[in-house]
């Protein structure tokens, strides 16, 4: 009887994760409750209830995020058989997307955790790290890019791993879509990176569902977000869009205090989006943006300084960038200055020094010698 | 003796030349250039961008960006030519308050005029940058064509970017002033003018230092242009067969087309294969960027723009004909414009004309520096060299019927006067009321209107009995002075056309004093952002040496003290710095130069020490 029980709660909860990764947090967490009422004190039903509730407004605007993004990818092409530019139409979206990985990976500072018995590096790659919790708890090992995605019975017995997407070049599972399916660029080779230090932005999958991709192996100690959030419970999380608006803007002033202004700013613009009248979203936002536009003038220095490419094409290709890069790359020419980049963006200030702030911090343009 | 510039305002691109020391040469602009973009911006924070940094936005803001202004010069709202600019341009063209076109950007309405200035001042401040001195003299070049209403609205461009602007010369002439320059040469050489936005084909005759446009005709919508958009369109279809997108439609990647276009269709003058790469060129749906990467051969692009060289020829071929002129009378071609550097047009050209194209003159110089070589001959009393211009009109008045009837023929040259005596269509008739009219149409109200008067008290008698001689006068500088007099009386009426730009003698007024105020503000800009560079070094040169410094001497009340003051000498110039004030930035200099004085002193003698 112990035995079918315990079988039982370990089908629901992965019934349980299955509703998670589609976003029903409500419906997974009813499920995990079940499990524990089969077998109480199960270890993944209770880490995943917790982990859920205390992180319940970053994941559910990722989730927002990401059913928005698959939307968008669902949209049929043209009429005249061209696809639409997504750059253009969807650069909101991507910006989001950006923002709300950023929102997350900020969120979720797991993934800087040493583990038990595990060297700490200063960034590992999801899967280097996946194989080494693996040799750790002496399971079969399994090399990271084959390893099978969740709901496979050897993920079952694994105490703690709350990754319900499959890592690059995993198979998905469920319908799942991979979720980055080629590198950056067309047809080019994914560079072999041997700094650690950048190793695991890198090989950064997709910006659509960051915060779940990167999250690694780890179980995140039970305390660990209780400092940082404070988010509604199940039961007052509530399907409805002020409790939304409600549970963003907390989330939001979280993070500001935190000092993630663009988390905070992303989550500010999703309220804005649901509620435009709402007053204190529009502060926060502002307030965001200018603590955020003063960082990247700092990024920037003098911006009157002419800024040139510092690596060849080849290597700059190797960068994960998207067109708005792309284009201010094109505008360095030697000649304009950063000032004047920033007036020939077309994508007002705050956006285009985000962007050139990003480019210096990757250390692909700096300053002219 | 006065600096005398030479600007050839080009639809597409503008250069600015000088003769020195006898010997003309063009005057490259900060970036090296020796030609600088026509165009002119406003970007999203109102600053104005002009020449090459409004080019690499003209894209992605294109309704905030101004090219090919040129073909607006002087012209009537309700003018074909404005009508016709009207669907090709993304900027937004309104009715002037005297029926003139103005140009919309942003919040504010500008003439073309204006915007022609803005043009022409930046040619001057490359000049002045060069010489390191003021220049206040420029010959300017207009086409052939122009009018007298479009050589006015020139002039007063030239006057809002505070220019005077000596004299207006036809770009033909000025590029076959250059080809002569130092030779003594007598011949009829046809001059191909492809630049970026216009074609022209015109036929000089030179002689004894004088040179004479026989001909003149083009096509002011065919350039250089229409040859990168075929690079374009290859590019987008390719991008899009094989990635179903249309890069048309985002314009950021558009604008990079446009720039990558450019440069193969320049690359391939001088080899015969040239990689085009555009990487991050568009995101898709699924957040992957993707990049173009494809290889252009210059026999590619030469089948890609044939068809264009050809419309050039076929201009060649109607307006040799019109002219009645033997392509064997021609004894030299004269390559002008950018475009014309393409070996194909070269090619097609020497076997139209049967004449390898001049190669003694650059393509994108020649005009400036003949229009230089025009304005130092015109300042230089020695100078013995005669420059003729043509009526680029027909002038002529209205007679009965509505028609026309020409007194001075096209391609006049000037200065030039001409008599011509009418008889009254009435009885009794004691008026008569002279239009006067510039153009080629048969029909009166086809060609412009350049003034009217009535010359009144005739004879009364039967009609055709009353004579009234008309006299067309038209001075160097282009002037037409048109007179009536009554053969038996004496009496007369005349009028002094004077040409309109379409801008009132107090918007010109208002436009210099702006454009003042504007080269005053820039001045101020460029000195606080010098300043301020020279503070900030200070203050970093401080700030290194700060916690060295604190560690040494803060031991003591003294140290102490000398610290704090350096604190506040720190602080104070970062507030002015933040705050933009010159003047507070300027005075924190001084004391930060002391601070920085001081601070090295210490730390050499603790260093010794």
């Known amino acids: ?326 284009f201010l790359l094109s505008r360095i020419d030697g000649q304009l200055s950063y000032e004047d980049i920033i007036d020939v963006s077309g994508m007002g200030e705050f956006e285009a020094s985000r962007i050139l702030s990003q480019l210096i911090t990757l250390g692909v343009i700096g300053a002219k010698r | 003796m006065d600096k005398v510039i030479g600007i050839d305002l080009g639809t597409t691109n503008s250069c600015v030349a000088i003769v020195e020391d006898g010997t003309p040469l063009v005057i490259p602009n900060r970036g090296g250039y020796k030609t600088t973009p026509s165009m002119v911006a406003v970007a999203e924070n109102g600053k104005r961008l002009v020449g090459h940094i409004a080019k690499r936005q003209a894209i992605t803001n294109s309704e905030n960006t101004v090219y090919a202004i040129k073909r607006l010069m002087g012209r009537r709202f309700n003018s074909p030519a404005v009508k016709a600019s009207m669907e090709t341009v993304p900027y937004t063209l309104v009715e002037g308050p005297n029926g003139d076109v103005r140009v919309r950007l942003r919040d504010r309405e500008y003439s073309p005029a204006e915007v022609s200035s803005h043009i022409l001042q930046e040619m001057r401040l490359i000049a002045e940058e060069y010489l390191g001195e003021e220049v206040q003299k420029a010959v300017v070049t207009v086409p052939a064509y122009f009018n007298d209403g479009q050589r006015q609205a020139t002039k007063d461009a030239g006057r809002i970017a505070g220019l005077d602007v000596i004299r207006i010369i036809n770009e033909p002439t000025a590029a076959a002033l250059a080809y002569g320059f130092g030779k003594n040469i007598e011949r009829k050489v046809a001059v191909y003018d492809l630049g970026g936005g216009t074609f022209d084909i015109s036929i000089l005759e030179i002689g004894n230092g004088v040179f004479e446009v026989i001909s003149t005709a083009g096509d002011t919508f065919l350039g250089g242009e229409d040859f990168d958009k075929r690079i374009i369109d290859w590019l987008v279809f390719g991008f899009a067969k094989e990635h179903k997108i249309d890069l048309r439609k985002d314009k950021m990647a558009l604008q990079r087309l446009k720039d990558v276009a450019e440069k193969a269709k320049c690359e391939l003058s001088a080899v015969k294969e040239t990689e085009i790469n555009l990487p991050f060129i568009i995101s898709t749906s699924r957040n992957d960027a993707l990049h173009l990467q494809r290889g252009l051969t210059r026999e590619k692009l030469e089948e890609l723009t044939v068809d264009l060289v050809e419309r050039t020829l076929l201009i060649c071929k109607k307006t040799l004909r019109e002219a009645d002129i033997d392509r064997s009378e021609l004894e030299d071609v004269i390559l002008v414009g950018g475009q014309t550097r393409m070996p194909k047009v070269q090619e097609m050209v020497a076997e139209f004309f049967g004449l390898e194209p001049c190669k003694g003159v650059h393509p994108d110089e020649v005009v400036a520096l003949g229009a230089a070589i025009q304005g130092s001959a015109l300042v230089d009393e020695e100078s013995d060299m005669l420059l003729l211009d043509v009526t680029p009109h027909s002038l002529g008045i209205m007679i009965v019927g509505g028609y026309f009837h020409k007194l001075i023929e096209q391609n006049t040259t000037v200065p030039t006067n001409k008599s011509h005596v009418f008889t009254t269509v009435k009885d009794n008739q004691t008026s008569v009321k002279i239009l006067v009219l510039q153009g080629e149409a048969e029909r009166a109200e086809e060609n412009e209107l350049l003034g009217e008067f009535i010359l009144t008290g005739l004879r009364r008698a039967p009609r055709g009995e009353v004579e009234v001689e008309v006299t067309f006068d038209i001075s160097a500088d282009g002037i037409v002075s048109v007179s009536a007099k009554d053969m038996e009386t004496g009496q007369e009426q005349s009028i002094t056309v004077t040409a309109t730009s379409g801008l009132t003698e107090d918007e010109i007024r208002r436009m210099i004093q702006e454009n003042k105020d504007y080269l005053l503000e820039l001045k101020e800009s460029e000195e606080y952002e010098r300043e301020k560079q020279a503070v900030e070094k200070v203050i970093d040169e401080v700030e290194k040496l700060f916690p060295e410094v604190e560690q040494t001497i803060a031991a003591s009340d003294f140290g102490q003290d000398a610290v704090n003051k350096a604190r506040i000498v720190l602080d104070r110039a970062k507030a002015a710095i933040a705050a933009r004030d010159k003047q507070s930035v300027a005075d924190s200099r001084e004391a930060l130069n002391r601070t920085l004085n001081m601070f090295k002193g210490v730390v050499a003698k603790t260093r010794l020490g």
């Open chain 1, 1 to 326: 009887m112990a035995d079918s029980n315990e079988h039982s709660a370990e089908d629901l909860v992965e019934e349980g994760l299955q509703l998670y990764s589609q976003g029903a947090l409500d419906r997974a967490i009813e499920k995990w409750n079940e499990a524990l009422g089969l077998v109480e004190d199960h270890p993944r039903a209770k880490d995943y209830i917790k982990y859920v509730e205390d992180n319940r407004a970053a994941l559910e605007a990722s989730f927002m995020q990401a059913a928005e993004a698959a939307d968008a990818s669902d949209a049929p092409a043209s009429g005249d058989g061209a696809g639409e530019p997504a750059g253009v139409e969807e650069g909101q979206d991507e910006l989001a997307a950006e923002r709300a990985r950023r929102v997350l990976e900020q969120a979720d500072p797991r993934e800087t955790l040493p583990l038990p018995g595990i060297e700490p590096t200063a960034r590992m790659d999801v899967a280097e790290l996946r194989d080494k919790v693996d040799q750790t708890k002496g399971q079969r090992s399994t090399p990271s890019r084959t390893s099978p995605a969740v709901g496979t019975s050897e993920r079952h017995r694994r105490p703690t791993p709350l990754v319900l997407v499959p890592g690059e070049g995993e198979p998905s599972d469920g319908g799942f879509e991979p979720l980055e399916q080629t590198p950056v660029g067309v047809g080019l080779p994914r560079p072999h990176i041997s700094d650690p230090d950048r190793a695991a932005e890198d090989e950064e999958p997709s910006d659509r569902f960051p915060s779940l991709q990167k999250t690694p192996f780890v179980v995140p100690p039970a305390d660990l977000f209780e400092e940082d959030f404070n988010p509604p419970s199940p039961v007052q999380a509530a399907s409805t869009g002020d409790d939304r608006v409600a549970s963003m803007l907390q989330g939001a002033r979280q993070l500001r205090e935190q000092g993630t202004y663009e988390g905070s700013l992303w989550l500010c613009e999703r309220v804005l989006s649901l509620d435009p009248q709402n007053v204190e979203a529009r502060e926060l936002l502002e307030e965001n943006r200018r603590v955020l536009l003063e960082q990247h003038r700092t990024t920037i220095g003098d911006q009157t300084g002419v800024p040139v490419v510092l690596i060849p094409q080849h290597e700059i290709m190797w960068h994960k960038l998207d067109h708005r890069a792309g």
